[in-house]
């Protein structure tokens, strides 16, 4: 799904799509000269990243973008009409069987010789990690403050001799019951098992359903030697108490050093949010082709937003590298459009406003623009929610489309940084390093103190395999410590965590 000509202001994407993308804003009247000679005139205003028709469309037909339905038209479109909600409807509905039909590996480029490896901090364990922090991680929201005030005390304290302590803030491990409790322990636990942290400063408030000696439980043994455990009902001053357990931790942490790793040990995580109509042309391919160089290298690369896989799951069940990946990735998807259901809600109800204005239309053109991310790398394994990879190469795990709540779970799952496109812009900054990719290049200069790299390059006559060097050379940078994201600088780290389930 590469993009196959641009011509002045537009782009087509593939020879048989209906549509052009408008590279600019549009006004009526105008004329597009098509390559094969053929030209017309725009039959309404088109605003930068939609789609004008590039010939007559009878009511109820496919529209085809990326060489894929995208929905069917509600009328009939004219010649030169810009399509959009107004005119477009997902083809999506109910819920669908699949049939394992696996097509032929591709071959991925390795990566140039002298971005091979990074250096990184290997683990007693053996895994690696690109930066050496200490984490607060609180068992209950109720002490958010208090981790908050000692995470600011001992970034005071101990922040010139590890890289930086931080605490994740969040609302849970109270009044949780079933499998929500069990949700929130085996993610905070994920977390807590996170290379990225030389230390882990564990605190419970003492009276909570997740209880700190039942949390420990949660907590793999080869991790334990890292981590420290606080009751704060129980420790006359928990500050006090908190920075003694983190010198402790910063001792541990400071015996580590950088040193080469090879690229096998490293894992990113690929995600999307604030998505526009440039979004599937040029950041999404882009970090799909880095995703395929970092595999080809032994590496591994983390997908979700399974909501947003609807209508495109195919292209990826077809890249199951056996038939139980794909028994488990059909499992996935239709384990969460079963959760809308139970909830009484429309499965397809989705782009978001946002989306919609940046020129996405249905469900299904905006999951073929979000799986090109995954590259076209095979499909190794299938996570649950919370759970962490094991396996080298394209894994997908299970999370919604919420930027918050997947970037947790991807950070969770084990990617050391993560990739996250935008066409829209966001400041967010997950638990690892988040690299802010723009769609295109008005967003990149005008947010500067948000993007980290400007994917629009490709509009704008760098080639692809030019760009994605860039982006490449840039996160072995970040993966070195020798470069700090822009939400890194500012200090934007945030976790969600997924909810479903009873608070009492």
Same mark, same amino acid.
């Given at each position: 799904m590469s993009t196959t000509s641009t011509i002045n202001d537009w782009i087509a994407i593939q020879p048989q799509d209906d549509v052009i993308i408008a590279l600019r804003d549009y006004v009526k009247g105008e004329r597009i000269d098509l390559p094969d000679g053929h030209s017309f005139t725009l039959q309404d205003d088109v605003p930068k990243g939609h789609k004008i028709a590039v010939h007559d469309l009878a009511q109820g037909a496919d529209v085809m973008k990326y060489g894929f339905s995208i929905g069917l038209a509600q009328e009939a479109i004219a010649q030169g009409s810009w399509i959009h909600s107004h005119n477009l409807k997902t083809g999506l509905h109910g819920l669908l069987e699949y049939e394992y039909q696996p097509g032929q590996p591709m071959t991925i480029d390795m990566p140039p010789e002298h971005l091979r490896t990074f250096d990184g901090y290997l683990r007693p364990n053996g895994e690696a990690g690109i930066r050496n922090e %200490?984490? %607060?991680v609180n068992t209950v929201g109720c002490i958010n403050k208090v981790c908050e005030a000692l995470a600011r005390m001992g970034? &005071?304290?101990? #922040? &010139?001799r590890v890289d930086g302590v931080f605490h994740f803030p969040h609302p849970f491990g109270c009044s949780q019951l079933g499998d929500d409790l069990k949700y929130t322990q085996q993610l905070l636990a994920s977390l807590v098992e996170h290379p990225n942290a030389g230390g882990v400063l564990v605190i419970g408030l #003492?009276?909570?359903n997740n209880q700190v000696d039942q949390f420990r439980e949660c907590i793999a043994p080869e991790y334990r030697e890292k981590v420290r455990f606080l009751k704060a009902q129980e420790t006359e001053d928990e500050l006090e108490e908190g920075l003694r357990l983190m010198e402790e931790l910063v001792e541990i942490a400071e015996q580590e050093k950088r040193q080469p790793l090879p690229l096998s040990k490293l894992k990113i995580g690929l995600k999307c949010g604030g998505s526009d109509g440039l979004? #599937? %042309?040029?950041? !999404?391919?882009?970090? #799909?082709a880095v995703a395929d160089l970092l595999v080809a290298a032994g590496g591994t690369a983390i997908l979700t937003e399974v909501p947003e896989m609807f209508g495109a799951e195919t292209i990826l069940m077809n890249r199951a590298a056996d038939e139980k990946v794909f028994n488990d990735l059909v499992d996935l998807v239709n384990g969460f459009k079963q959760y809308f259901v139970n909830h009484g809600q429309n499965i397809y109800e989705n782009p978001s406003p946002g989306n919609k204005a940046g020129g996405i239309t249905t469900l299904e053109e905006k999951s073929l623009g979000c799986t090109q991310k995954g590259g076209r790398s095979s499909v190794v394994d299938v996570l649950r929610y919370g759970k962490r990879v094991t396996k080298t190469g394209l !894994? %997908?795990?299970e999370a919604p489309g919420n930027?918050?709540? &997947?970037?947790?779970?991807?950070s969770a799952a084990g990617a050391h940084i993560v990739l996250f496109t935008t066409g829209r812009g966001t400041p967010f900054g997950g638990p690892v390093p988040t690299v802010k990719i723009a769609t295109q290049s008005d967003l990149a200069n005008r947010k500067k103190h948000w993007i980290d790299f400007n994917a629009g390059q490709l509009l704008e006559g760098q080639t692809m395999e030019q760009v994605k060097e860039q982006l490449f050379s840039q996160i072995i940078d970040i993966a070195s410590g020798r470069a700090q994201t822009l939400s890194e600088q500012h200090g934007f780290r945030e976790i969600a965590i997924f909810k479903d389930g009873v608070i009492l």
């Amino acid at each position: 799904m590469s993009t196959t000509s641009t011509i002045n202001d537009w782009i087509a994407i593939q020879p048989q799509d209906d549509v052009i993308i408008a590279l600019r804003d549009y006004v009526k009247g105008e004329r597009i000269d098509l390559p094969d000679g053929h030209s017309f005139t725009l039959q309404d205003d088109v605003p930068k990243g939609h789609k004008i028709a590039v010939h007559d469309l009878a009511q109820g037909a496919d529209v085809m973008k990326y060489g894929f339905s995208i929905g069917l038209a509600q009328e009939a479109i004219a010649q030169g009409s810009w399509i959009h909600s107004h005119n477009l409807k997902t083809g999506l509905h109910g819920l669908l069987e699949y049939e394992y039909q696996p097509g032929q590996p591709m071959t991925i480029d390795m990566p140039p010789e002298h971005l091979r490896t990074f250096d990184g901090y290997l683990r007693p364990n053996g895994e690696a990690g690109i930066r050496n922090e %200490i984490w %607060i991680v609180n068992t209950v929201g109720c002490i958010n403050k208090v981790c908050e005030a000692l995470a600011r005390m001992g970034q &005071s304290q101990f #922040g &010139s001799r590890v890289d930086g302590v931080f605490h994740f803030p969040h609302p849970f491990g109270c009044s949780q019951l079933g499998d929500d409790l069990k949700y929130t322990q085996q993610l905070l636990a994920s977390l807590v098992e996170h290379p990225n942290a030389g230390g882990v400063l564990v605190i419970g408030l #003492g009276c909570e359903n997740n209880q700190v000696d039942q949390f420990r439980e949660c907590i793999a043994p080869e991790y334990r030697e890292k981590v420290r455990f606080l009751k704060a009902q129980e420790t006359e001053d928990e500050l006090e108490e908190g920075l003694r357990l983190m010198e402790e931790l910063v001792e541990i942490a400071e015996q580590e050093k950088r040193q080469p790793l090879p690229l096998s040990k490293l894992k990113i995580g690929l995600k999307c949010g604030g998505s526009d109509g440039l979004s #599937g %042309i040029t950041a !999404n391919p882009l970090v #799909g082709a880095v995703a395929d160089l970092l595999v080809a290298a032994g590496g591994t690369a983390i997908l979700t937003e399974v909501p947003e896989m609807f209508g495109a799951e195919t292209i990826l069940m077809n890249r199951a590298a056996d038939e139980k990946v794909f028994n488990d990735l059909v499992d996935l998807v239709n384990g969460f459009k079963q959760y809308f259901v139970n909830h009484g809600q429309n499965i397809y109800e989705n782009p978001s406003p946002g989306n919609k204005a940046g020129g996405i239309t249905t469900l299904e053109e905006k999951s073929l623009g979000c799986t090109q991310k995954g590259g076209r790398s095979s499909v190794v394994d299938v996570l649950r929610y919370g759970k962490r990879v094991t396996k080298t190469g394209l !894994n %997908i795990v299970e999370a919604p489309g919420n930027d918050l709540v &997947s970037v947790t779970a991807l950070s969770a799952a084990g990617a050391h940084i993560v990739l996250f496109t935008t066409g829209r812009g966001t400041p967010f900054g997950g638990p690892v390093p988040t690299v802010k990719i723009a769609t295109q290049s008005d967003l990149a200069n005008r947010k500067k103190h948000w993007i980290d790299f400007n994917a629009g390059q490709l509009l704008e006559g760098q080639t692809m395999e030019q760009v994605k060097e860039q982006l490449f050379s840039q996160i072995i940078d970040i993966a070195s410590g020798r470069a700090q994201t822009l939400s890194e600088q500012h200090g934007f780290r945030e976790i969600a965590i997924f909810k479903d389930g009873v608070i009492l």
